[in-house]
């Protein structure tokens, strides 16, 4: 049985900063590559920050480049998003994710391979 639960969301103010965590059982991080993905009302699900098995190469896409900063600590299987300068437009509903799939840096890879996935924390900035 595999469980993946998020936490660490909330409602910040414009430039404010918040810390995400993800933490799983039932799986090892060392075998998964990792991803934060997030959904916004009327927006296809998008990956946001992904990290390899071994954790030595990582995806940010442009839109959060320079603000948010992913990590993951093997040896507690926990997966982190810093995320630093939140604007409005990062509100949304953050998802962390289990795959098998790694596309070496150049972007998270569709939700589809994605094995396992939390339920989600709101993240909700104000302007």
């Known amino acids: 049985q595999v469980q993946v639960v998020e936490s660490g969301g909330g409602l910040v103010q414009a430039g404010g900063s918040l810390r995400l965590s993800c933490t799983a059982s039932?799986?090892?991080?060392?075998?998964?590559?990792m991803g934060w993905f997030r959904q916004a009302p009327g927006k296809e699900r998008e990956g946001v920050s992904c990290?390899?098995?071994?954790?030595?190469?990582?995806y940010v896409a442009d839109s959060v480049e320079g603000r948010f900063a992913i990590s993951k600590d093997n040896a507690k299987n926990t997966l982190y998003l810093q995320m630093n300068s939140l604007k409005p437009e990062d509100t949304a509903m953050y998802y962390c994710?289990?795959?098998?799939?790694?596309?070496?840096?150049?972007?998270?890879?569709?939700?589809?391979?994605?094995?396992?996935w939390g339920q989600g924390t709101q993240v909700t900035v104000s302007s």
């Open positions: 994710a289990a795959g098998s799939a790694w596309y070496g840096g150049s972007w998270c890879g569709p939700p589809n391979d994605y094995n396992y």
């Open positions: 990290i390899s098995w071994s954790g030595g190469s990582a």
């Open positions: 039932g799986l090892s991080f060392e075998d998964y590559a």
